[in-house]
């Protein structure tokens, strides 16, 4: 046969691990597993037989269950020589797809492989597992780490590192958005969306040591809205959460809002995108400031580092009538109203402070100055308006605020 090692590419990633061997058997071979998943199953499975000439290795069937695991054939292709058949990896078959096939099947590929050794629980920064003899083996696990290794003599110690994500990370810069923005502006009254997005692990590997993550915990601070906690909604990787058994809770307590997230090591990836989403109104107490609102996730009742910010604002409209032959006379009485890009006109809920636009200026809300002849529009959004000074329904004078509110 001509060099062998071809058939499979070096595979290093979360799920998997195969390093080639280029000379001969070892009688004794050992694999250590370091970051091992606390409390999982290990165990070596067999898949297939290796024979080495010079530097040259075949793999070969041990029997043929090996080919009845779903889509054995869609990645692998077999030639029988002699009393041998011999197992290459497919032409357009990718590393990716290999890591998938033995990722998606490694149960079925542990019943028909050959176990070596009794399964083994991973505890501490590592443990050891035991081959016997060469060939091409899975390091079989209970939870998300399992991998393959060839063993040779050239690798009689074969190391299999945990590629499992250290901790959950959230990106403080693009982890939190108000309508997909970084910074938004509204009326008062208006709803808005908040995203919160980080991403998921199903273990924290640290210090050498994987320790399963139970709960998530999302905790947001829209400051001047009213949360609508019934808008709440998880998901992950872009499909609804989904853990089988557990449920989301979502309580609010003033301008907070938290989000708790169950969470297993069997339902999802090793590493996931999971966006939190939820609706609030701005409310009155909110006039023409700049609210600041923070995010923040733990995990098993740690912090994830990093609290992504948004800002949302609103405006003020401030208006000043004086004489016109002298501007030191302020005038009180003048009365004003307020139009959009639109044409229609501002409008304040005198109980809520809900800012709208209306088609009738009859309906408008109409400001008066005082004795400073100051008076003003609040709740504002940034844009375009129109100030008319009106006597009764009619406009006296128009002014065009051509930079608008920004």
Same mark, same amino acid.
């Given at each position: ?34 970051? +091992? *998943? ?22 070969t069937l041990i029997d043929n269950k090996i080919t009845e ?5 869609? *990645? ?5 020589? %002699? ?15 290999? *890591?998938?096939? *033995? ?10 492989? =050959? ?10 920064? $590592?443990?050891? /597992? ?10 079989? $696990? ?25 901790? +959950? ?42 320790? +399963? ?24 990787? %872009?499909?609804?959460?989904?853990? &089988? %058994?557990?449920?989301?809770? $979502? ?7 938290? =989000?708790?997230? +169950? ?23 909110n006039i023409a400031n700049e609210s600041s609102n923070k ?11 990093? &609290? ?11 208006? &000043? ?9 302020? /005038? ?5 109203? /307020?139009?959009? $890009? ?36 609040? %709740? ?20 065009? /605020? ?5």
């Amino acid at each position: 046969m001509k060099n062998m090692k071809r058939i499979f590419a070096l595979l290093v990633s979360v799920v998997m691990v195969l390093c080639m061997g280029t000379v001969a058997f070892a009688a004794d071979g050992d694999i250590t597993v370091n970051g +091992p *998943i606390e409390g999982a199953k290990y165990q070596v499975i067999k898949i297939f037989d290796a024979t080495m000439s010079g530097d040259a290795v075949s793999y070969t069937l041990i029997d043929n269950k090996i080919t009845e695991v779903t889509d054995f054939n869609t *990645i692998f292709t077999t030639t029988s020589a %002699g009393d041998k058949t011999y197992v290459t990896k497919k032409e357009g078959v990718s590393d990716e797809d290999l *890591i998938k096939w *033995i990722k998606d099947n490694k149960d079925a590929i542990k019943a028909a492989g =050959v176990a070596k050794g009794d399964e083994v629980t991973g505890t501490g920064s $590592s443990i050891k /597992l035991t081959t016997g003899e060469l060939g091409y083996y899975m390091v079989w $696990s209970s939870k998300d780490d399992t991998v393959a290794v060839s063993v040779d003599t050239a690798h009689p110690e074969a190391t299999v590192n945990s590629k499992l994500p250290s901790t +959950p990370s959230i990106d403080p810069e693009e982890g939190k958005k108000v309508d997909g923005k970084d910074v938004n502006t509204m009326n008062v009254g208006d709803t808005v969306t908040f995203t919160v997005t980080f991403t998921a692990t199903n273990y924290e590997v640290k210090d050498g040591v994987s320790t +399963p993550i139970n709960q998530y915990v999302v905790t947001d601070t829209p400051n001047g809205f009213d949360i609508n906690k019934d808008t709440v909604a998880v998901t992950v990787n %872009g499909s609804a959460y989904a853990i &089988e %058994g557990k449920t989301i809770t $979502s309580a609010k307590e003033g301008d907070v809002l938290t =989000v708790t997230i +169950p969470w297993d090591q069997t339902t999802y990836n090793t590493s996931n995108t999971v966006v939190v989403t939820y609706s609030a109104k701005l409310t009155n107490k909110n006039i023409a400031n700049e609210s600041s609102n923070k995010a923040k996730v733990t995990y098993d009742g740690k912090d994830i580092p990093g &609290e992504p910010e948004v800002y949302t604002y609103n405006y003020k409209i401030n208006i &000043e009538k004086v004489d016109d032959a002298d501007a030191t006379k302020k /005038l009180e009485g003048a009365k004003f109203v /307020l139009k959009d $890009s639109e044409g229609k006109y501002y409008h304040v809920d005198e109980t809520t402070g809900a800012v709208t636009f209306v088609a009738d200026q009859k309906d408008a809300t109409v400001v008066t100055t005082d004795e400073s002849g100051t008076a003003n529009f609040a %709740g504002l959004k940034a844009g375009q308006y129109t100030l008319v000074e009106t006597v009764g329904d009619y406009p006296k004078n128009c002014v065009n /605020l051509h930079n608008g509110v920004e």
